[in-house]
Nanobody, 115 residues
């Protein structure tokens, strides 16, 4: 059974940091590209960052220089380190696994940036 369990969200003040984790099971994690998406209220889900199975990364312009995606294949986990958080980063964050025609989504974790 495929599972992607995201955690690490919460309430943080502007300028603060959070680290999201997404623990995977039920598939060959190391073979999949992993990504983080986010969806703010009333807005479409958008890509935040992606890391390929080879470790190459790419980021949305809005988070470049502030967010870092990484993966630990030994732990079947992908991370999103978020620094210098802004109120506009407030959203539900989802992890996604993709390989060829297979796509799996996690359940999401809420990130709220507010003073």
């Amino acid at each position: 059974q495929v599972q992607l369990v995201a955690s690490g969200g919460g309430l943080v003040q502007p300028g603060g940091s959070l680290r999201l984790s997404c623990a995977a099971s039920g598939f060959t994690f190391s073979s999949y590209a992993m990504s983080w998406y986010r969806q703010a209220p009333g807005q479409e889900r958008e890509l935040v960052a992606v890391i390929t199975s080879a470790g190459s990364t790419n980021y949305a312009d809005s988070v470049k220089g502030r967010f870092t995606i990484s993966r630990d294949n030994a732990k079947n986990t992908v991370y999103l380190q978020m620094n210098t958080l802004k109120p506009e980063d407030t959203a539900v964050y989802y992890c996604k696994a993709v390989r060829l025609l297979l796509t799996y989504w996690g359940q999401g974790t809420q990130v709220t940036v507010s003073s």
